[in-house]
């Protein structure tokens, strides 16, 4: 497995302004993804965060609402921007690992609050 | 795409009983099924997994089995503990590849009681 950090664990924010989350791990990575999970819900996936270039994104998500960046193998970021009251949830870094490709961890999530 | 379903929503056991938990998919490429434990304030934790290459995987009181012409898999978990209680989710990864993205049911709420 892997030791997944992210930042910060929680946060209380307004409407309209932004949050950038951040993921760090500790092992060498092949995959990194972003899901939300909403109150009471399952996983969605929001995108693939691709090393160097631009993320892939799910249906219903875009790039500027949740622009992501991943300047090296380890480490990721999510911004959630001009936010809503919607946009509360727990959001989710997930990676798979170079010795496990098929195995994905889970960081232990940032809880957003949206006022 | 992957659809997964998963039964029951919600579970409530006494200790020591037996609890499974039921998922069919729909991707019949799909080679990859893993199982996630989510504790109150937590991330989901990977507690066990199978690949389409065997029909059972067991992990002290935890088993996987897979019916690969039924399209369904389960978890089973002997011995329930009250640290077992946790909302579960059952994936399965679409297409069959190691670069597949996971599809998840819409979980389990694990109640063990005392």
């Known amino acids: 497995s892997a030791v997944i950090s992210q930042k910060p664990s929680r946060d209380i924010c307004q409407r309209g302004t932004s949050l950038t989350i951040q993921c760090q791990v500790d092992?060498?990575?092949?995959?990194m993804f972003w899901y939300r999970q909403q109150p009471g819900q399952s996983l969605t996936l929001i995108a693939t965060a691709n090393q160097g270039s631009e993320a892939t994104y799910e249906s219903g998500f875009v790039i500027d609402k949740f622009p992501i960046s991943r300047p090296n193998l380890t480490f990721s970021t999510l911004t959630v921007s001009n936010m809503s009251p919607e946009d509360s949830s727990i959001y989710l870094c997930?990676?798979?690992?170079?010795?496990?490709?098929?195995?994905?961890?889970f960081g232990p999530g940032t809880r957003l609050t949206v006022t | 795409g992957e659809n997964v379903e998963q039964h029951p929503s919600t579970l409530s056991v006494q200790e020591g009983d037996s609890a499974v938990i039921k998922c069919t998919y729909s991707?019949?490429?799909?080679?990859?099924f893993p199982w996630y434990k989510q504790e109150l304030g937590k991330g989901p934790q990977l507690i066990i997994d199978?690949?389409?290459?065997?029909g059972e995987k067991k992990d002290q009181r935890i088993a996987v089995t897979l019916n690969k012409t039924a399209k369904h898999f389960s978890l089973h978990i002997t011995e329930t503990q009250p640290e077992d209680s946790a909302v579960y989710f059952c994936?399965?990864?679409?297409?069959?590849?190691?670069?597949?993205?996971?599809?998840f049911g819409q979980g389990t709420i694990l109640t063990v009681h005392p």
């Open positions: 092992s060498q990575v092949t995959m």
């Open positions: 994936a399965a990864n679409a297409g069959g590849t190691s670069y597949g993205k996971l599809t």
């Open positions: 199978i690949r389409s290459n065997v």
């Open positions: 997930s990676v798979r690992l170079a010795d496990s490709p098929y195995e994905q961890y």
């Open positions: 991707d019949s490429a799909s080679n990859y």
